[in-house]
């Protein structure tokens, strides 16, 4: 009676060990390789930001939202800008937009202009469904900044990426074109 009972249990536990093993493989075969040259989706699009001057509202699409401080280097240290900008999939203001990129930015670093980024882009086309949310430093000092895409919905349902920024054209503070090259790596 006893050695069946001994019998049994060892079966049980052998059971248990093949069913663990198969579901849940070692943590290293289920990691992903992703390579930064193989995207699994990519756009390219143009960001244009027109910064409310008292008098413009009809063609600005920013706002500055907090006075700069008076800390650091004429940097606008402090200053928050909330936007709902167009985003167009050639450099041209004019062109139909292909997105909205709604949220904001600030800057923060005391030496020189640099900022920091948070926005949805809004996708609402018969292309598009959905939004994908971009964050991070745009470290202005270097000539290609990367922002992270955090997640998405709608078509882009848990889309994450890298957003890389350029800054292509500066009209004063009136006016500034980014170029936006979006990469999802998991799509
Ligand atoms: C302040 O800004 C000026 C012009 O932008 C620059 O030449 C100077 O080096 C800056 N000073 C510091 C302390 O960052
Ligand atoms: C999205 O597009 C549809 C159709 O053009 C429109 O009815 C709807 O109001 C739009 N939604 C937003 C949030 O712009
Ligand atoms: C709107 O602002 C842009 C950027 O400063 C400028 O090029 C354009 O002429 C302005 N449009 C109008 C109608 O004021």
């Given amino acids: 009676m006893r050695s069946i009972m001994v ?3 060892c079966l049980v536990i052998i059971v248990l060990v093949v069913l663990m093993s ?3 493989p070692p943590q290293v075969s289920s990691k992903k ?9 990519r756009f390219v699009l143009y960001y244009h930001d ?9 063609n600005a699409t920013s706002a ?9 280097n004429n940097s606008d240290f402090g200053m928050l800008v909330v ?7 050639d450099q041209h203001l004019v062109s139909p937009p292909f997105a909205r990129a709604q949220g904001f930015y600030f800057y923060n670093k005391k030496e020189y202009h640099s900022a ?10 018969s292309q598009h469904k959905g939004t994908l949310n971009i964050m991070g430093a745009d470290l202005m000092a270097d000539k290609t900044r990367d922002l992270s895409v955090v997640g998405g919905t709608g078509d882009f349902f848990m889309n994450r990426g890298i957003a890389t920024f350029q800054t292509e054209e500066v009209e004063g503070s009136k006016y ?6 979006i990469k999802l790596y998991e799509c």
Avoid: E
């Avoid at 390789?33 to 989706?41: I, N, V």
């Avoid at 500055?64 to 650091?72: D, E, R, W, Y």
């Fill in 116 to 125: 920091w980024f948070a926005y949805t882009l809004v996708f609402n086309s």
């Fill in 83 to 89: 936007f709902d900008d167009p985003v167009t999939r």
């Fill in 33 to 41: 390789t992703l390579s930064p040259d193989h995207p699994c989706q």
């Fill in 7 to 9: 019998k049994c249990d």
């Fill in 64 to 72: 500055m939202a907090t006075n700069p401080t008076k800390l650091g």
């Fill in 176 to 181: 500034f074109r980014l170029k936006m090259d």
């Fill in 22 to 24: 198969s579901h849940h």
């Fill in 50 to 58: 027109i910064l409310f001057h008292g008098t413009d509202g009809a």
